[in-house]
């Protein structure tokens, strides 16, 4: 799944991201006093790190395609080594890397209630 559409609203300043909800909080954010809407695919952003896009639709679209939060697991076209997805169902945090040659799945780093202490990182798996 990809998130589809981001809309940032002007005077309420509230962003609305739609297909994959993610809440957003904006507290201080300066838009233009000349428009009564500003979209987010027109609001301009440096990139960083793992963040290539140059508008902000196309920023949080690439931060919500690197976290996962379900009781299914994730897949598509838009995984990538290093995503991360907590399974809501077994308590368990994974990240998804490569397992052998060109081969990549989710691994376990975190044990929850069903497999142990979930304050615990397991990093024999690595």
């Known amino acids: 799944m990809a998130v589809t559409s981001v809309v940032v609203s002007n005077p309420t300043r509230s962003v609305t991201i739609t297909d994959r909800t993610r809440d957003v909080t904006v507290s201080t954010v300066a838009l233009p006093s000349s428009s009564s809407s500003v979209t987010a695919s027109s609001v301009s952003v440096t990139p960083y790190g793992t963040i290539s896009s140059t508008t ?9 395609d690197q976290n996962f939060r379900s009781s299914s697991e994730p897949t598509g076209d838009n995984l ?4 991360i997805w907590y399974n809501t ?3 368990q945090f994974y990240v998804y890397r490569e397992v052998s040659t060109g081969v990549f799945d ?3 780093i975190l044990l929850g209630a069903a497999g142990g202490d979930s304050d615990t990182l397991d990093a024999g798996a690595f």
């Open 80 to 83: 990538e080594e290093g995503d």
């Open 89 to 91: 169902s077994t308590e």
């Open 56 to 64: 902000l639709e196309g920023a949080l679209q690439e931060l919500a």
């Open 106 to 108: 989710w691994v376990p």
